[in-house]
């Protein structure tokens, strides 16, 4: 999760760190933190309930009606990604908000110690998550990892967190622009290739390499890749099976295929900057609200405008269904940076009217019991909605329905964030984690004098 808002600070009477009172939070950091993490369940929820080998390389195996066609192109274009990106931005900016004392020539020490204390912690619960709960895309491990290098960069001038924070995306259009390359060579020897092939003539040593991957590459798209076969077979029969440990084994093994694979170095390579970027946006007062309606609503239009129309151009190639070189795969960091930015600027327009504070007001809990959420989501669809031991529901049910079960499961969690924070002070993951970093017991009940959500 992101860096707690209601970090730390020095408490003059008792000379020590203590959480900050509710009376400090930034409320749109709290929107944003909240819209995020309901958001990202929009994300797991086909994950959690498969066929996920299939999908993941051939999105009709998911269910292809026309409403499953349009929701995947608009969560495609709008949100995959974002949502990361948003607790990316805000774990940059929360480390601001948390070592502040810090950076003061004389600031406490016990900041970098408990800023260090609180990371590890959420590495145990990282992989808590993944061993336990069962969820083998667990993003907490993730960002404990990046959290752990991050300290040092707090004091880096924009000037120099924003190229190094763009520096993977820029490394990721690089290598695209080579596959684009690459596939586009493919491509027209293949068109040459196979008219030759069915008149009968020899193909030369390039020619033939050249159909063979493009094969390769049609069965990939098409979900008939031996690899892709195997692995749905053992995810298909995982699923099916009335033993919990058969379901436990392949979500774990889903796991630690994804650590051979690099997907974890993959994940701090994509993580890590995009905080330097949220220290960024903190220095320049944009993430927290103090910049004027006017800067957010230009940012917004060219992060909007630039993202979503790389987005969108990147689904057209991909309906296609077609090994054709695609244009998304220099564009497709860049463009969920562009999208999570205006993301950004749009809540905080949105905070600003007084119909919209009072839409986002809700939200506000959620952000401030986003650690509880994001381990119920976990709990919710991988051992009540999707588990042998839960509703055990079956996959394949299509983009649009599993989306309509999301958006159910996250407006119960927003009502009840909202309702648990009108008794207590935080959330139950939230009072251990802080229990655990400080090595003190904060409050965990509402008392008169801080009552409400702020």
Same mark, same amino acid.
């Given at each position: 999760?992101s860096?707690?808002?209601?970090? +730390?600070a020095?408490?003059?009477?008792?000379?020590?760190?203590a959480?900050?009172?509710?009376?400090?939070?930034?409320?749109?950091?709290?929107v944003i933190?909240g819209?995020a993490?309901?958001?990202i369940?929009f994300?797991n929820?086909?994950f959690?309930?498969?066929?996920?080998? #299939?999908?993941?390389?051939?999105?009709r195996?998911m269910?292809?009606?026309?409403a499953? %066609?349009?929701v995947? @192109?608009?969560?495609q274009t709008?949100?995959e990604?974002?949502?990361?990106?948003l607790?990316q /931005?805000?774990?940059?900016?929360?480390?601001?908000?948390?070592a %502040?004392?810090?950076?003061e020539?004389?600031?406490p020490?016990?900041v970098?110690d &408990?800023y260090?204390?609180r990371n590890?912690? #959420?590495?145990?619960?990282?992989? *808590?998550d993944?061993f336990?709960?069962?969820w083998?895309?667990d993003?907490?491990?993730?960002?404990?990892l990046c959290?752990?290098?991050l300290?040092p960069?707090?004091?880096l001038?924009? %000037?120099?967190l924003l190229?190094?924070?763009?520096?993977f995306?820029?490394? @990721? /259009?690089?290598?695209?622009a080579?596959?684009? !390359?690459?596939r586009?060579q493919?491509?027209?020897t293949?068109r040459?290739?196979?008219p030759?092939?069915?008149?009968?003539? %020899?193909?030369t040593?390039t020619?033939? +390499?050249?159909?063979k991957a493009w094969r390769?590459?049609?069965?990939?798209? +098409?979900?008939?890749?031996?690899? =892709?076969r195997?692995?749905?077979?053992k995810?298909?029969?995982?699923r099916?099976?009335?033993h919990?440990?058969?379901?436990a084994?392949?979500m774990i093994?889903s796991?630690?295929?994804?650590?051979?694979?690099?997907e974890?170095?993959?994940?701090?390579?994509e993580a890590?900057?995009a905080?330097? =970027?949220?220290?960024?946006l903190w220095r320049l007062?944009?993430i927290q609200?103090? !910049?004027r309606a006017?800067d957010?609503?230009?940012?917004m239009a060219?992060?909007?405008g630039?993202g979503?129309?790389?987005?969108?151009?990147?689904?057209?190639?991909?309906?296609? *269904?077609?090994?054709?070189?695609? @244009?998304i795969?220099?564009?497709d960091?860049?463009?969920?940076?562009?999208?999570s930015?205006?993301?950004?600027?749009?809540?905080?327009l949105?905070v600003?009217?007084r119909?919209?504070?009072?839409?986002?007001r809700?939200f !506000?809990?959620?952000?401030?019991?986003?650690?509880?959420l994001?381990? &119920?989501e976990? =709990?919710?669809?991988?051992?009540i909605l999707?588990?042998?031991l839960g509703?055990d529901?079956?996959?394949?049910?299509?983009?649009a329905h599993?989306?309509g079960?999301?958006?159910?499961?996250?407006?119960?969690? &927003?009502?009840?964030a909202?309702?648990?924070?009108r008794?207590?002070?935080?959330?139950?993951?939230e009072w251990?984690w802080?229990t655990?970093?400080y090595?003190?017991a904060?409050p *965990?009940r !509402?008392?008169?004098?801080?009552?409400? @959500?702020d």
């Amino acid at each position: 999760m992101s860096q707690d808002i209601s970090a +730390a600070a020095v408490d003059p009477q008792a000379g020590h760190l203590a959480p900050v009172g509710p009376a400090d939070r930034i409320a749109v950091l709290d929107v944003i933190r909240g819209v995020a993490i309901l958001g990202i369940f929009f994300m797991n929820i086909p994950f959690m309930a498969g066929p996920i080998w #299939l999908a993941d390389s051939n999105p009709r195996a998911m269910g292809w009606s026309e409403a499953d %066609r349009l929701v995947w @192109t608009v969560i495609q274009t709008t949100w995959e990604g974002t949502q990361r990106g948003l607790l990316q /931005f805000l774990f940059g900016a929360g480390l601001m908000v948390f070592a %502040r004392k810090a950076m003061e020539p004389d600031g406490p020490v016990g900041v970098a110690d &408990l800023y260090l204390r609180r990371n590890l912690w #959420l590495l145990g619960f990282g992989l *808590f998550d993944i061993f336990c709960l069962l969820w083998p895309g667990d993003i907490l491990h993730v960002y404990a990892l990046c959290a752990l290098g991050l300290f040092p960069f707090r004091r880096l001038a924009v %000037r120099w967190l924003l190229p190094l924070g763009l520096g993977f995306a820029a490394f @990721t /259009f690089v290598t695209g622009a080579i596959e684009y !390359r690459e596939r586009a060579q493919i491509a027209a020897t293949v068109r040459t290739a196979l008219p030759k092939a069915q008149a009968g003539h %020899r193909l030369t040593a390039t020619e033939a +390499a050249a159909v063979k991957a493009w094969r390769e590459a049609e069965g990939r798209i +098409a979900g008939t890749d031996p690899l =892709i076969r195997s692995e749905a077979r053992k995810e298909a029969a995982a699923r099916s099976s009335p033993h919990m440990a058969d379901y436990a084994g392949w979500m774990i093994g889903s796991y630690l295929m994804l650590v051979g694979k690099g997907e974890l170095l993959f994940g701090v390579a994509e993580a890590f900057p995009a905080m330097l =970027i949220g220290i960024a946006l903190w220095r320049l007062g944009f993430i927290q609200g103090r !910049r004027r309606a006017r800067d957010y609503l230009l940012v917004m239009a060219a992060a909007y405008g630039f993202g979503m129309g790389a987005r969108y151009l990147g689904c057209l190639e991909y309906l296609a *269904f077609a090994p054709q070189p695609k @244009t998304i795969w220099m564009t497709d960091e860049l463009a969920r940076l562009a999208v999570s930015l205006g993301h950004v600027a749009a809540l905080n327009l949105l905070v600003r009217a007084r119909i919209g504070a009072a839409l986002a007001r809700p939200f !506000r809990a959620a952000g401030q019991m986003a650690f509880t959420l994001y381990f &119920l989501e976990q =709990i919710i669809g991988l051992w009540i909605l999707y588990s042998p031991l839960g509703f055990d529901l079956p996959g394949g049910q299509g983009w649009a329905h599993l989306a309509g079960q999301a958006a159910l499961v996250t407006a119960g969690l &927003l009502v009840a964030a909202n309702v648990w924070l009108r008794h207590f002070a935080m959330g139950p993951l939230e009072w251990l984690w802080r229990t655990l970093a400080y090595g003190a017991a904060p409050p *965990f009940r !509402r008392v008169a004098a801080t009552s409400g @959500t702020d």
